[in-house]
């Protein structure tokens, strides 16, 4: 299906975030992203970190066509005029190297602050540098790398029943990481201090990825948002042209003409629900230092 400004069955929306496809893994719902992406237009994409596993790259190649035509989709949006912004995380951290570089069209920057149409302004990075096991704890970094990779398995498995039943996806890992104490005291951690940081840039709130819990909330009087993933919960983020934000799941591949999703839209500070999600892949090398922590932030405009 070709998406036209008349189609009825594509949304259109100011700006879009999208975080953690880890493209390069096995557990990469590329397809999902692929339909979300045909039914869903933008003035603007940030893809805010993880768009690109370059560690298990490093570890086992896998790039089947599905990741090629998530690239390709992308690319053909930049070409037809989307603003498309790169912050990237710590599995493409690779990119970090080139700040203000465009390639094919797309922005690479290391955060931004994103001015929103209803004049709030929000810092948006990936959020790695926060998570204190990626930079100091290597070995618990390890085991919960593992971990996180036996819990997809069994996932995969749980999927292809559910699919065989005709029901909507349902993601056994997140639901399991959120049996867990420590995860969810982690997440509460990760919020606090992302929250922290964005007060410390003047922003009235934050948009992140990394931990794969996708959330529209508001901590301390800072709006807090975390995109989710591509991996578990296939959520994202979308701006109205009024500024309000709107968390999207895309549940299942379209087979009807009516795309099928989930979406909560925020009620003033907070949202009426939050996307099913849970810790992503816990990493195994620690950060280098962030040069660019305390410069000036480039602000994404609009003409």
Known sequence: MTATLADPN???????????VHLGSKAAKA???IDFLRHHEAETIVLVGDIVDGWRLKRNWYWPQAFNDVTQKLLRKA????RIIYIPGNHDEFLREFPGTHFGGVEVAQRIIHEGADGKRYLVLHGDEFDVVVRHARVVAYLGDWAYDAAIAINVVFAAVR???????????SWAKQQVKSAVNFIGEFQKVVVEEARRNDADGVICGHIHHA??????????INSGDWVESCTAIAEHHDGE?????????????VPVALATRSIGAVTTAS???ALGPIDIQPMPAC???????????YP
């Open 10 to 20: 594509v949304r259109h929306f100011r700006t879009l975030f999208i975080s953690d």
């Open 79 to 82: 070409r037809k005029g989307t």
């Open 275 to 277: 996307a099913e999600a």
């Open 31 to 33: 397809d999902f992203l």
């Open 291 to 301: 040069k660019w922590r305390f410069s000036a932030l480039p602000v994404l405009t």
């Open 245 to 257: 934000m709107e968390l999207i799941t895309w549940q299942k591949i379209s087979t009807a003409t």
């Open 215 to 224: 959330v529209i909330t508001e901590i301390d009087g800072i709006r807090y």
């Open 163 to 173: 699919r065989r039943l005709g029901l909507p996806y349902w993601s056994f890992s």
